[in-house]
């Protein structure tokens, strides 16, 4: 089956705000996203950024299902990946799959990574950027281990995010796959016609059940009786009277 192909449902790459923000050491820096169309299965995600060495950070989306609508579920990690140098320089993440919901926020987590300053966004919405970490000033609204800023001129960074719709799912079919021969009903063997060809199903007898319930040294006394009772080899009294043996002496020999 054939996964669709992914579109931009988010594209925040197009006007340069002239600002960067600093994504650590002791936090993390993202932004508040909505996406349009429906495609919500992200497979690329491009974020803008500077720095002057080489460096990692951790890329992580999450829901804004905490306090006050604050990021709480992190719905995927990139763990650390590698960032070049670079000044205006761009990062992607390809071939993912993470299905996220209308509106969540992403954020970027490194030592010397800054975010650029971009908006408004050509497709999607975002707002408000969100900060983990230390308060800077006691304008930021703090909720919990988050702070966020509401303002336009740091509101976005520049992001692009692609998105596919999810695979369909099956369509389950009643009609009949297999036609029964013979035998099979109430666990006993018999032939079953599958897709034209002929299947044949061994018996499952109520033995295999009581010997795999009992211990193994146990199971290995009973079994040869058990066996031999379904072909009337033994009487019904005769076999109690093995069987009532048998057990006796395992009990007998059992330590405790």
């Not at 199971?219 to 093995?242: N, S, T, V």
């Amino acid at each position: 089956m054939t996964a669709p192909a992914p579109t931009i449902v988010f594209d925040n790459t197009t006007n340069y705000k002239g600002n960067s923000v600093a994504t650590g050491p002791d936090g993390a820096s993202g932004s508040q996203v909505t996406l349009s169309g429906s495609a919500r299965v992200v497979t690329d995600f491009l974020f803008g950024y500077e720095v002057g060495n080489d460096a990692t950070a951790t890329v992580k989306f999450w829901a804004n299902d905490g306090a006050k609508g604050a990021p709480g579920t992190c719905l995927y990690s990139s763990g650390k990946i590698d960032v070049p140098a670079g000044n205006a320089a761009v990062k992607t993440l390809s071939s993912l799959s993470v299905e996220v919901p209308d509106t969540f926020t992403w954020t970027v987590r490194s030592q010397t990574v800054g975010l650029i300053g971009y908006g408004p966004a050509t497709v999607g919405s975002f707002g408000p950027a969100w900060y983990s970490g230390p308060v800077r000033n006691e304008n930021e609204k703090v909720i919990g281990i988050w702070w966020y800023k509401n303002d336009p001129f740091k509101g976005g960074f520049e992001s692009r995010i692609l998105a596919r719709k999810p695979l369909p799912r099956p369509v389950w079919s009643e009609e009949i796959v297999g036609q029964i021969l013979e035998g099979v009903i109430n666990d006993g063997g018999g032939l079953v016609l599958v897709g034209g060809h002929l299947v044949r199903v061994p018996p499952r007898e109520p033995v295999e059940a009581i010997l795999a319930a009992l211990p193994a040294q146990l199971a290995q006394r009973l079994k040869p009786l058990l066996e031999a009772a379904p072909h009337g080899d033994l009487p019904q009294l005769a076999l109690r009277q093995q069987l009532t043996h048998a057990i006796n002496q395992y009990q007998a020999q059992s330590p405790g």
